[in-house]
C-alpha cells in the first residue's frame, strides 16, 4: 500500500462497500464532452473512473473502444491533455480516485519520471498499462511509488502460475480480467469466475476490481459477489457511440449526457 494520502487506499478502505469503476476515453468525442461525462458519472455514483488515454495500436482494446479512440485522437487529443485533464476535474471539485488506462509507448515516449511527476502534481492516483508485464515494470513501479501512485496490475484466467507473482506485486487494487481476448460488452461471462477470482483473492493481500465484457445490470450483481470493483467500459462507451450526434449539438449536448448517466446509473444501482 502506498499511503493512505492515496484515494486509491482510501476508497478500497471501505471493506464492505462494493466500487462501481466506470471508464471512457477521454476527448470522445472532445475534452469538453468527456468533461461533463467525468461530472455525469460520479452523479451517478462512480466510485473510481477510469480515464482511458487514446492510442493509436490499443492491442487490450475490442471495436468499440478502438473507435473511441480514433475519435478522440481526431480531435487531437494527446497524452499530455489527459493527465492536464485530471487536473481540470480536480480544480472543479472531483475527489473520488481517477486511474489512467494507456499503453506503455505513450508513457515511454512523454519520460516515465516526468510523467508520474506531472500526474501527481495534476492529482492523478494510478495508471493501468496492459502492454506492461509485471516481469519489465520495475522501473515504472519504483517511479510511480516515488510520486505515491500506483501501478495497477491486470491478472487473467490464463495467467494461471503467474496469478502468485501477479498478486504479491499488485499495488493499489488487482485488475482483474474477466473474459479472454480484448475488452467489449459479452452476452455471458465465463463459468469458472468465481473460481478464478478465489484463486486471484488466494493470492493477493489487496482488493480485487473485475472488468472485461461487463454490460449489464445482472452481470454487474454477479461479478459484485466475488469482487470489491466492477469495472465497466465498453458498454458505457458504447452508450456514447449512441449518442453522438447529441454530445456534439451544443443544443443537445446535455440530453445526451443525461441518457449515459442514466445507463450507468442502472448499472450502479446493482451494487445496491
Known amino acids: 500500500?502506498?499511503?493512505v494520502e492515496n484515494r486509491i487506499d482510501r476508497l478500497f478502505a471501505k471493506q464492505r462497500q462494493k466500487h462501481f469503476i466506470p471508464f471512457i476515453t477521454v476527448g470522445d468525442p472532445s475534452l469538453?464532452?468527456?468533461?461533463?461525462?467525468?461530472?455525469?458519472?460520479v452523479e451517478a455514483g462512480a466510485s473510481l473512473i477510469e480515464l482511458g488515454v487514446p492510442y493509436s495500436d490499443p492491442l487490450a482494446d475490442g471495436p468499440t473502444i478502438q473507435r473511441a479512440s480514433l475519435r478522440s485522437l481526431a480531435a487531437k487529443t494527446s497524452i499530455r491533455d489527459v493527465?492536464?485533464?485530471?487536473?481540470?476535474?480536480?480544480?472543479?471539485?472531483?475527489e473520488i480516485p481517477l486511474v489512467l488506462f494507456?499503453?506503455?509507448?505513450?508513457?515511454?515516449?512523454?519520460?516515465i519520471e516526468q510523467f508520474f511527476a506531472d500526474m501527481r502534481e495534476q492529482g492523478a492516483d494510478g495508471i493501468v498499462i496492459p502492454d506492461l508485464p509485471v516481469e519489465e515494470n520495475?522501473?515504472?513501479?519504483?517511479?510511480?511509488?516515488?510520486?505515491g501512485l500506483h501501478v495497477i496490475s491486470l491478472v487473467a484466467p490464463t495467467s494461471e502460475q503467474r496469478i502468485a507473482m501477479i498478486g504479491q506485486q499488485a499495488s493499489g487494487f488487482l485488475y482483474c480480467v474477466s473474459s479472454l481476448g480484448v475488452t467489449g460488452?459479452?452476452?455471458?461471462?465465463?463459468?469458472?469466475?468465481?473460481q478464478f477470482l478465489a484463486?486471484?483473492?488466494?493470492?493477493?493481500?489487496?482488493?480485487?476490481?473485475?472488468?472485461?465484457?461487463?454490460?449489464?445490470p445482472e452481470q454487474v450483481r454477479q461479478v459484485a459477489d466475488h469482487a470489491d470493483g466492477v469495472i465497466v467500459g465498453s458498454a458505457i462507451v458504447q452508450e456514447i457511440e449512441r449518442n453522438l450526434s447529441l454530445l456534439t449539438d451544443d443544443k443537445q449536448q446535455a440530453e445526451g449526457i443525461a441518457n449515459i448517466k442514466t445507463f450507468v446509473q442502472s448499472l450502479v444501482s446493482a451494487l445496491k
Do not use: C, W
Open 83 to 94: 493527465v492536464q485533464f485530471v487536473g481540470r476535474l480536480r480544480q472543479a471539485g472531483i
Open 32 to 41: 469538453d464532452v468527456s468533461f461533463r461525462l467525468v461530472q455525469a458519472l
Open 185 to 194: 460488452a459479452r452476452v455471458s461471462l465465463r463459468e469458472d469466475l468465481a
Open 138 to 147: 520495475e522501473p515504472v513501479v519504483e517511479a510511480a511509488k516515488a510520486h
Open 1 to 3: 500500500m502506498i499511503g
Open 102 to 111: 494507456s499503453y506503455y509507448n505513450p508513457v515511454m515516449q512523454y519520460g
Open 199 to 216: 484463486s486471484v483473492r488466494a493470492n493477493t493481500t489487496v482488493p480485487i476490481a473485475v472488468g472485461f465484457g461487463i454490460s449489464t
